[in-house]
């Protein structure tokens, strides 16, 4: 079969690339243990200054007692599921430098606390408002200071309640969808990274079609019996085969760095895999309007930024729905491949789905490689095959 | 010299391809029997390649066809696909590919098994004195080596008809003498058409040539008759090349 002989013939030429093959194969691996090692084991802890200008005040029966330490101390006891801190708590005087280190984003977010702090949180609450605020400082635009301010809130917030002996404003209680737990931010980004991974898959699916171009061997395939679904078909079955074991190496490396997963993660890899296919079915129809390896890197940036930014690969981002399809709603963002496999994989990682669960997500990959690779043989024909 | 024409393999008739305002190919017929070794001989731009590309159904003709076997060529024809094997000018290898391999990978390209591929392979790489590099890839072959495996290419599915684009271009002496006799011993079982302008290989090769500028045919003889008639002509009559230089001129080419 023409299509195995294509297939085993770019296989041996990506085996004898091996600069190319470690950077598909290890590329996501690395990206893991990477943002790994940047997280500090698993999770970001957030750093946040404390100006803690507490004078305490006596009370009776317990002595002078220091509130600001006892916030400090609420800050330092935030921790992740896995045990690690998720603040940095740095008690400092310096104002100045304090905001220095925020402008340079060397600290999330500054607390402030006042002198009468202490005497403030034992005050009657209707009293408070009287008294100097806690102030909390830092970049609007720093996604860390959000994030930060938010901890910080919680675990303040928690003490002070304690401390006046209130109930919150109202009664609420946080649910998390198909049994989702709060995970560790490592976990929270592994399914991003292996996305985007499979994403740069376009540009190594597009390449060897273009060395055929390149070095003119298209040309002596073209007088040969090979159709364009032998070529496509050969060269997709390759790199899906080399994005396949990425996929593979890319868990077993989040697993050994201590990724937990709430569903299988061979049904995660299952997603991955259909996911590479659908990208590298896109990867060929951008093989279609290049004429050499440059072109490659500069037409194949279109599709990897649509497919990175607007998938919600990289962030989450807005659905424009076209149309409903029963309880589904088909949005313009749906045509692309990624799309689909962040949700599953979010509801297998996070929610502990199944395959059966996340089985729309998948027959919409499916459908859309073959849309694309149908596309591509097309167009190729008519690009590259004709003069 | 060499076997008697037979019956008509390949024939084109008032073929026409225009590049922009260059008329390429202009308005050219010729036939070729099988068992004959044709040459296609012209300076260069002379409209040799685009011919073959033409014959080959790599190119569409503006104007008049081509029949191979009796049926049309038209771009991607399933004759040319079954029949006919193309050695193009520059060297069209995959250099991460051993020989073998490639040999092996052509052959199944055009409906080989593997098995009979590799077979029809290991053959092809012997008789081009390539047995020792068979599992060299082709990167690591010189320029003469590099040349006769993409001949090689060429015959890997054991083709009817081979045409070959200045084959010997690039070869050292004792590697051309092996890729003449090659063809010569090739044309008892198969059509060759060539495409060169060294008067020398055309001379010792080829049973008729076709000598063309401009996209159109100037003459057409075998070469003794050439000579001959070019010399009572007194347009030199010593050696092909004479011919050649009487009709084409002494006007240096791009």
Redesign the interface.
């Given at each position: 079969m023409?299509v195995l002989?294509v297939f085993?013939?770019t296989v041996?030429?990506q085996m004898?690339?091996l600069a190319s093959l470690s950077m598909v194969l290890v590329l996501c691996p690395l990206f893991v243990l990477l943002y790994w090692l940047i997280a500090g084991g698993g999770s970001t802890s957030y750093k946040i200054l404390v100006i803690n200008n507490d004078a305490g005040m006596a009370l009776e029966g317990q002595g002078v007692v220091r509130e600001g330490d006892r916030l400090v101390e609420a800050l330092r006891a935030l921790k992740y599921q896995n045990g690690d801190p998720m603040l940095r708590v740095e008690v400092v005087k310096d104002r100045a430098a304090a905001d220095e280190s925020l402008r340079n984003r060397y600290a999330a977010a500054l607390l402030v606390f006042p002198p009468d702090l202490s005497r403030m949180l034992h005050a009657p609450q209707e009293e408070r408002m009287r008294f100097d605020p806690v102030i909390l400082s830092g970049d609007a635009n720093n996604v860390a200071f959000a994030i930060a301010s938010v901890l910080s809130f919680t675990a303040l917030e928690a003490v002070v309640q304690s401390l006046g002996g209130y109930d919150p404003p109202f009664h609420w209680k946080e649910e998390f969808i198909g049994g989702a737990k709060p995970r560790s931010e490592f976990d929270a980004y592994v399914p991003g990274l292996l996305i985007l991974s499979i994403i740069l898959l376009i540009f190594t699916t597009a390449l060897p079609l273009i060395r055929e171009r390149e070095?003119?061997?298209l040309?002596?395939?073209?007088?040969?019996?090979?159709s364009p679904f032998?070529l496509l078909g050969g060269v997709s079955l390759a790199q899906l085969a080399i994005g396949a074991l990425s996929v593979v190496l890319t868990f077993l490396v989040a697993v050994a760095l201590g990724f937990r997963s709430e569903g299988s993660l061979i049904a995660a890899s299952v997603v991955g895999i259909v996911c590479t296919a659908s990208v590298v079915a896109v990867g060929l129809v951008t093989a279609c309007f290049c004429k050499s390896a440059t072109a490659v890197l500069t037409i194949g940036t279109l599709p990897f930024f649509l497919l990175m930014w607007f998938s919600g690969a990289a962030m989450p981002i807005t659905r424009l729905t076209l149309f409903h399809l029963g309880t589904r709603q088909f949005a313009l963002n749906d045509v692309l491949p990624p799309t689909h496999a962040v949700i599953a994989l979010n509801k297998i990682l996070a929610m502990g789905a199944s395959l059966g669960d996340v089985g729309y997500e998948l027959a919409m990959l499916a459908a859309l490689t073959v849309v694309y690779f149908a596309a591509a043989v097309w167009i190729y024909k008519r690009t590259q095959?004709?003069? | 010299m060499g076997a008697q024409p037979r019956r008509t393999v390949l024939e084109a008739s008032d073929l026409r391809k225009r590049f922009g305002d260059i008329m390429a190919v202009d308005g050219l017929s010729v036939s070729v029997a099988e068992g004959e070794v044709f040459g296609l001989l012209g300076p260069n731009g002379a409209g040799k390649s685009t011919t073959i590309n033409l014959i080959c159904g790599l190119l569409a003709a503006d104007g008049g066809e081509v029949r191979l076997f009796g049926e049309k060529v038209t771009p991607g024809a399933e004759v040319v696909k079954r029949r006919v094997g193309v050695c193009p000018q520059d060297i069209v290898v995959w250099p991460k590919l051993t020989c073998l391999e490639q040999l092996v990978f052509t052959g199944e390209m055009y409906g080989m098994r593997a098995a009979a591929a590799r077979r029809r392979s290991d053959a092809l790489l012997a008789e081009l004195g390539l047995a020792e590099k068979r599992k060299k890839p082709a990167a690591m072959l010189s320029g003469g080596m590099k040349r006769r495996l993409n001949f090689a290419l060429a015959l890997v599915h054991d083709p009817d008809v081979v045409i070959l684009d200045e084959p010997e271009a690039g070869l050292d002496p004792q590697s051309r003498v092996m890729v003449r006799e090659y063809i010569r011993a090739m044309a008892a079982r198969k059509t060759v058409l060539f495409t060169t302008h060294n008067m020398d290989e055309a001379e010792r090769v080829c049973d008729r040539v076709a000598i063309i500028d401009r996209g159109k045919l100037l003459i057409l003889d075998t070469p003794d008759n050439l000579k001959r008639t070019a010399g009572r002509k007194g347009e030199g009559g010593g050696t092909l090349e004479d011919v050649f230089i009487a009709l084409t001129g002494r006007r240096l080419r791009e």
């Open positions: 023409r002989a085993r013939k041996r030429e004898r690339d070095e003119k061997t040309r002596r395939l073209r007088v040969s019996r090979m032998d095959l004709r003069r | -």
